[in-house]
């Protein structure tokens, strides 16, 4: 049977391991990458798969979300984990690699795999026809990323991430807070109330905290809706307490009185597991964050699902236009995969190019497509690219509270983790046993690696 290649536009992780993942299928691809022959201003060299921030790939313990995704991607078969494997450098419990090596080691395999024909030159324009796969990246082209709002509507595509910190809902001091919306319309924000010396004291560390240094390829237009925290404060003294940290409308029950100043905290997750820190998007560097948003009171102790941020990056309102198969909607043979359907990370980019990349290759050999299940941490990153509430979508790391929650509930923060784990290792075996075509990597590529 002679088969049509797949189109993937973009050789970053997500493009490179959705190529391989087809390739190993039988289906050909057509990789399409335009550097070097058109650079971008982060990137250094003409390699595929270019790390262009950190090298590290964060933590490798399974009993962490990151951690966990990677070994599912291994066990899946992932192109992208073994080439990190084969380039891993000491980093304590992360997985970190020599960015040459990694880069290096996923090109050489791309070049040497029958299937896959790389063509160096770019895409302006989504092919209308055949199989595709958008895994342009953060960085997309001007002319790719207007043509993609021409197919989705721009007002379904952003180009700048203004993230707020998001904490998990367990390392709350509950006691410190209470729960309301404002006007007593409901109970759907948790409330951390301030004194008037907590807020003066808050407000002085965030003025003198560090924050990170603009990138020259990034030249972030600070709108209102997105203004950094910090840059709000640093207006006056009173600027937080009239934005985002205003205690209008709001009555701590414990003092029958409005607080000085209030932190909202609003559910992440259907299951409440994580909490979003309202308004607080900002470009404070990551030990700042921990350091001046502990002093929030009740935010003592807690841990960080995701940092907050500010940065140029390209993605699309992916509930509004993905499959959980990563097909769009409105076009079936056309595939997102990587950053721009809305993860954050190396890996969770990686794992959407494996699903794109295995359900590409199923359509052209008529197969049914698969969906991971959303018991384990690549299918919770599907389900937060095409289940999430549309009008408050932002990217998003992979994240234990993404889960759904278990059919009995565990307090213990320990066991629950593990029992999280447990179920995802049991549901991910099942889901092989009976999606059946889902090959490991083969004995040339190990070898090579």
Known sequence: MSLLP???????????????????????????????????PAHRTGGLAELVCSNSLRSDEPTTAPGLLKEELRRLGSAVISAADAARVPAG????VDREAFSRTLTEWISGEPGIEVIREEVRDVPRKGIVIVASGPLTSDALSDDLAAIFGRKNLAFYDAISPI??????DTSRLFRASRYGKGEDYLNCPMTRDEYTAFYNALL????????????IPYFEGCMPIEVMAARGVDTLRFGPMKPVGLVDP??????????????????????????????????????VFRMIPGLEKVE?????SLHRNTFICAPAILGETLQTRARGTLFLAGQITGVEGYVESAAMGWVAGVNAARLSLKEPLIVPPATTVIGSMVGHVTRSVPESFQP??????????????????????????????????GWQAEAGALPTAPARTRERA
Not at 12 to 26: F, K, P, S, V, Y
Request: hydrophobic residues 45%; positive net charge; charged residues 25%.
């Open 6 to 40: 797949i189109t993937i536009i973009g050789g970053g992780l997500a493009g490179c391991e959705a190529a391989i993942q087809a390739a190993r299928r039988g289906v050909p691809v057509r990789l399409y990458e335009m550097r070097p022959h058109v650079p971008t």
């Open 93 to 96: 419990s992360a997985l970190a």
């Open 167 to 172: 904490v998990e809902a367990e390392t709350l």
């Open 208 to 219: 003198s905290a560090e924050v990170v240094p603009e990138r020259p390829f990034e030249n």
């Open 254 to 291: 414990r003092t029958n009185r409005r607080p000085y100043a209030v932190v909202q905290l609003r559910p992440e997750t259907r299951s409440a597991a994580l909490y979003n820190i309202v308004g607080f998007q900002t470009k404070l560097a990551y030990p700042e964050q921990r350091r």
């Open 304 to 308: 960080f699902a995701r940092l907050g």
């Open 396 to 429: 998003m790391n992979a994240a234990f509270g993404l889960l759904p929650s278990l059919l009995q509930p565990v307090s213990d923060r320990e066991a629950r983790r593990n029992a999280l784990v447990a179920r995802a290792r049991a549901d991910l075996a």
